[in-house]
């Protein structure tokens, strides 16, 4: 299993409107708020490097997405 943490910089006050987007994808496991350079942090969980690239491709693919940081947990 592969595990990743995606930190989302969203478009002013669109932060509740990418959560519920990000919801609805099966390898997003959590979804937190946070204060800072970024607005969320979601945990991703997915079965393979390759699937995790999709992942996150689809992650940045989304609107009012500014950008994104992935963080790749080594085990």
């Known amino acids: 299993m592969t595990l990743a943490f995606v930190l989302i910089d969203t ?6 409107g990418v959560q519920k987007v990000l919801e609805e994808i099966p ?5 937190n708020g946070i204060h800072g350079m970024y607005d ?3 945990r991703v969980e997915a ?10 491709g689809k992650i940045r ?3 009012h ?10 085990e």
Do not use: A, Q, Y
Request: charged residues 25%; negative net charge; proline residues 3%.
């Open 61 to 63: 693919g989304l609107s």
């Open 11 to 16: 478009d002013p006050g669109e932060d509740t």
């Open 65 to 74: 997405i500014r950008s994104t940081l992935t963080l790749i947990v080594v």
């Open 47 to 56: 079965g393979t490097m390759e699937k995790l690239d999709t992942i996150s």
């Open 27 to 31: 390898e997003v496991t959590e979804i």
């Open 40 to 42: 969320l942090i979601v």
